[in-house]
């Protein structure tokens, strides 16, 4: 027996032509207010996805106003000679540049805001505005948020939790908050 003579042939023009209109922008991600529903487990791809991810590829397109934002914008290709191409290079160097975390931690933070709270991808943004911070802080001796000390070690506490974070993320945490 074919198989094949019993299955129609699919038209994509027909399937989206038929399709609900609520279900293609689910599809396309344009409904802004539709949650992705990623499972919690997949915070932890998410989070090394975001950590391997090219600071050029997220960072570029920042359009924020102001010269911190051109500073890092000029600063990336100095960034990227000192070996630093990725999030996790950023978070991980001993003198990162300070106009490069500070363009990061505001891209987290419009990003974290973006989705809703219970989300893993609030949570991993939310997780790596923090890193923003914190390295700034730790390595720079620099403070680039408004959080007091004692948001900043309730935050700290958050990400302690997340086991998906892994051990050299913790590390990093727990020295930044033993020396707050």
């Known amino acids: 027996?074919?198989?094949?003579?019993?299955?129609?042939?699919?038209?994509?023009?027909?399937?989206?032509?038929?399709?609900?209109?609520?279900?293609?922008?689910?599809?396309?991600?344009?409904?802004?207010?539709?949650?992705?529903?990623?499972?919690?487990?997949?915070a932890a791809a998410m989070f090394q996805h975001q950590l391997a991810?090219?600071?050029?590829?997220?960072?570029?397109?920042?359009?924020?106003p102001g010269s911190t934002t051109v500073e890092?914008?000029?600063?990336?290709?100095?960034?990227?000679?000192?070996?630093?191409?990725?999030?996790?290079?950023?978070?991980?160097?001993?003198?990162?540049?300070?106009?490069?975390?500070?363009v990061a931690k505001d891209f987290f933070k419009r990003?974290?805001?973006s989705q809703p709270r219970d989300s893993a991808e609030h949570r991993v943004a939310h997780a790596c505005y923090l890193l923003s911070v914190v390295t700034a802080r730790r390595r720079l001796d620099k403070r680039i948020?408004?959080?007091?000390?004692?948001?900043?070690r309730h935050n700290i506490h958050w990400a302690l939790r997340q086991e998906w974070l892994g051990q050299?993320?913790?590390t990093l945490l727990r020295d930044a908050e033993t020396h707050l």
């Not at 699919?10 to 992705?36: I, N, Q």
């Not at 991810?53 to 924020?64: Q, T, Y």
């Not at 948020?145 to 900043?152: A, V």
């Open 111 to 113: 990003a974290a805001r």
């Open 1 to 42: 027996m074919n198989l094949r003579t019993k299955v129609p042939a699919f038209d994509s023009s027909t399937a989206v032509h038929a399709s609900p209109a609520a279900g293609l922008l689910r599809l396309l991600e344009l409904d802004e207010h539709t949650p992705t529903n990623w499972p919690r487990a997949d």
């Open 145 to 152: 948020t408004n959080l007091s000390d004692t948001e900043l």
């Open 53 to 64: 991810a090219p600071l050029e590829l997220d960072l570029s397109g920042e359009n924020a």
């Open 168 to 170: 050299a993320i913790h």
């Open 72 to 102: 890092a914008l000029a600063e990336l290709p100095r960034a990227r000679r000192a070996g630093i191409r990725t999030f996790a290079d950023l978070f991980s160097h001993a003198a990162p540049p300070l106009a490069v975390l500070k």
